[in-house]
């Protein structure tokens, strides 16, 4: 079965990128929004928390928006988390997934996780996709379980660890170490039998604000993989401290930056608030 996770018009900056999912190839003819769930307390922006009680309306309003995908999250990754214990992860998220599997069953669900374990858990409840911001070295078994399950793996550049990312990043060539780091990581997938990778430069984990606008602003550097980008800066420090203002006030320029991503070849774009994504790829298909 053939299908267009997208339903829009075709434009010249997605290339047409394609993915397996959900049992069909899923034609990326226009950029994807991917809305963020996050099972817990302490994510940056609290605007991204939901409980148990409220993750079905929660999700209902994104899908309502114009969300593609929804991605759930058990822990925090911003700067000096930690993560908790894999049977903690596993109690509060496949609930979650099992919940929104059955009330929206056409909705694609992405799992944000770094532990094979949970994977497998996740997809025989319901999850189809998977973002793993440590791409595979958190747990060595990564690789050969997205190889069985054959489900899309979105693999995140990140230097070092949550708990230490930001302490001093530095890079003396911030775009060939990471297309670098995609091109081991692409071997090594491959390698275990798994096809559909995603690629996320990942905006604010171990690099400075500098490093992020240049991440953006040369985004179309790591095209040459032909692999769909995924773009995670929704509501980052780097663009709030630009703009002088905080998590809660840095919508505008969230979506300011989302257009330079998708000028610059994004093929999904990660966010905490739904219908402004949305417009932003419209607004940007309208001018291409």
């Known amino acids: 079965m053939n299908y267009d996770l997208t339903k829009r018009k075709v434009t010249v900056f997605s290339q047409n990128r394609t993915i397996r999912i959900n049992n069909g190839i899923a034609l990326l003819k226009s950029p994807l929004v991917m809305g963020i769930l996050n099972l817990n307390d302490d994510s940056f922006y609290d605007g991204s928390r939901v409980g148990?009680?409220?993750?079905?309306?929660?999700?209902?309003?994104?899908?309502?928006?114009?969300?593609?995908?929804?991605?759930l999250g058990v822990f925090s990754s911003r700067p000096g988390a930690t993560m908790g214990s894999e049977q903690e992860?596993?109690?509060?998220?496949?609930?979650?997934?099992?919940?929104?599997?059955?009330?929206?069953?056409?909705?694609?669900?992405?799992?944000?996780?770094?532990?094979?374990?949970?994977?497998?858990?996740?997809?025989?409840?319901?999850?189809?996709?998977?973002?793993?911001?440590?791409?595979?070295?958190?747990?060595?078994?990564?690789?050969?379980?997205?190889?069985?399950?054959?489900?899309?793996?979105i693999l995140m550049h990140?230097?070092?660890?949550?708990?230490?990312?930001?302490?001093?990043?530095?890079?003396?060539?911030?775009?060939?170490?990471?297309?670098?780091?995609?091109?081991?990581?692409?071997r090594t997938f491959q390698a275990a039998g798994a096809n559909d990778l995603i690629l996320d430069p990942g905006f604010g984990f171990g690099k400075t604000p500098a490093h992020n606008f240049e991440l953006i602003r040369n985004l179309s550097y790591f095209r040459c993989f032909e692999r769909p980008i995924m773009i995670g800066i929704s509501r980052k420090s780097s663009i709030a401290r630009l703009l002088n203002t905080d998590t809660d006030h840095a919508l505008n320029g969230t979506t300011a930056l989302h257009v330079v991503a998708l000028q610059q070849g994004a093929s999904i774009l990660r966010v905490h608030d739904v219908k402004p994504a949305v417009e932003a790829i419209k607004i940007t298909e309208a001018c291409i």
């Open 89 to 153: 992860e596993i109690d509060r998220l496949i609930p979650a997934i099992k919940e929104l599997h059955e009330r929206f069953p056409g909705t694609t669900l992405s799992v944000d996780t770094a532990r094979s374990k949970v994977v497998r858990e996740a997809v025989n409840a319901g999850a189809s996709m998977v973002n793993d911001i440590y791409a595979g070295h958190f747990d060595p078994h990564m690789a050969t379980v997205i190889g069985e399950l054959q489900v899309p793996y």
């Open 52 to 71: 148990m009680n409220g993750i079905g309306d929660r999700a209902a309003q994104m899908i309502a928006e114009g969300a593609d995908v929804l991605d």
């Open 158 to 186: 990140m230097q070092g660890e949550p708990e230490n990312m930001q302490r001093a990043p530095s890079y003396k060539h911030l775009l060939s170490e990471i297309a670098s780091f995609f091109d081991e990581r692409i």
